[in-house]
């Protein structure tokens, strides 16, 4: 029961995940509508637009070189560095969030059936046994892919260069920094027309929300 409990947590995650970017606002989303509105905006000079769209456009098509490659282009481009995947996260990520999502659960069911084959036919120990392994690697996969793409519903891409990290959730407030535009930061919190944000260095700060775009956007 618990072991279903955390794949149903983790099929909801990746899925909801999935289906907000699958939520037209204006414009049907795909990996092709996104990767291609990415390079209209590279061309038109707003690399913020640009990185967000690559990397919405990345969830949904993990391994896809000329996304991968024309996101490393304009980051390149803005003096943005692009952390670099480990293997473990090559791996983990090759799969897109709904399809980890489905394997987890594909996983469990293995896993299930072999228990209770095993339980049945105990002379056919070693069908059910490669069922239960399959369906533990299948488990292992949609546990990492979901670990993984956690702090991608948490990250937010900075749209407009100069952008003002204040001391405090005012207009007014004093700014304790300044962010480039196509910049990666982690949102903490939110307060009125304001969010928290936590950049790669270790720098907090509030910024204006209309100066940020969420990789993986509200429904």
């Known amino acids: 029961m618990r072991a279903s409990t955390i794949v149903m947590l ?35 000079g707003k690399p913020g637009l640009a990185v967000l769209s690559y990397e919405r456009a990345a969830l949904l098509a993990p391994d896809d070189p000329d996304i991968t490659a024309n996101l ?36 469990l069911a293995l896993v299930g059936i072999g228990l209770v084959v095993r339980r049945v036919a105990p002379r056919l120990r070693w069908i059910p046994g490669g069922g239960i392994l399959l369906g533990v690697a299948l488990l292992a996969l949609s546990v990492s892919n979901a670990m993984l793409l956690w702090p991608r519903m948490h990250e937010a891409i900075v749209l407009v260069d100069q ?51 969420a990789v993986v956007p509200d429904r």
């Open 10 to 44: 983790i099929a909801s995650l990746a899925l909801g995940a999935g289906q907000a970017l699958a939520q037209p606002s204006q414009l049907q989303y795909s990996a092709d509508g996104l990767y291609n509105l990415a390079n209209s905006y590279a061309r038109a």
């Open 163 to 213: 952008t003002p990290a204040r001391f405090v959730p005012a207009p007014m407030g004093d700014t304790a920094f300044v962010l480039r535009e196509a910049d990666s930061v982690t949102m903490t919190a939110e307060h009125e027309d304001f969010t928290l944000i936590l950049t790669g260095g270790g720098l907090s700060g509030w910024v204006a929300r209309a100066n940020l775009g």
């Open 72 to 107: 490393a282009y304009v980051r390149a481009s803005a003096h943005v560095p692009m952390k670099p995947r480990n293997r473990f996260e090559r791996f983990a990520q090759a799969a897109s969030p709904t399809l980890a999502a489905w394997l987890g659960v594909l996983g």
